[in-house]
């Protein structure tokens, strides 16, 4: 039998174990209310906020959300700067918050970019909430699907230099352990908020077999409510991942 694109079959149930999330629309609810961008991105903090809490209250145990893509360092060198404060700043506010709420932290993605104080700040976060578990809450930053992909290639590569000379050797279970999100299982459902249609270079290689969900809801309006209507839609879907009504159904 040939080897299956999917690495294993997860168990399915009502509520995803792996929530993935672009937050989109920030900017465009601003400008819709005649605010400058800056207000959106603020205003959407507290949306991740809402989110967070919601999510660990309805069971999810990973929570993934797109923060700053690579790509988004082309945008005007006044909203990259607010939005690096505003990082910094909910770090400092909110990784306390985090803790006592039970979530572990973690921030993927090439954070070499990032000034010096910014990425004391992450790890410190991160060893701060080490030791929770009841939601993981990963946020990506200068992130990007296909630069993982590349890093993971050269960790590879790095760790077994012989696969150079061998590339048939290599398999998906190697390379998707050096991915920046190993630790954690394939997201189940993907929420883009601000109704475009698109993963932008998001979890590329893990979206293989993700549930799709696009809201027209801009970020900042996002909420508990929004979070019920995606999980709605997600009881409707029929994960097959190759296999027939029939096998799935005999499955339940």
Known sequence: MPNSSTLSVPACTDTPRHLAIIMDGNGRWATKRFLPRTAGHMRGVQAVRRVVEACGRRGVEYLTLFAFSSENWRRPKEEVSLLMRLFMQTLEKQVGKLEEQGVRLRIVGDLSPFEPRLQALIRAAEERTAHNSTLNLTIAANYGGRWDILQAMRKLLAAQPGLASQPDAIDEAQLAQYLSMAYAPEPDLFIRT?????????????????????SDDYWPDFGAKNI?????????????????SAQVASQT
């Open 194 to 214: 601000g109704g475009e249609q698109r993963i932008s270079n998001f979890l590329i290689w893990q979206l293989a077999y993700t549930e799709l969900y696009f």
């Open 228 to 244: 019920d209507a995606a999980f709605e839609w997600y009881r409707t879907r029929e994960r097959r991942f190759g296999r027939t």
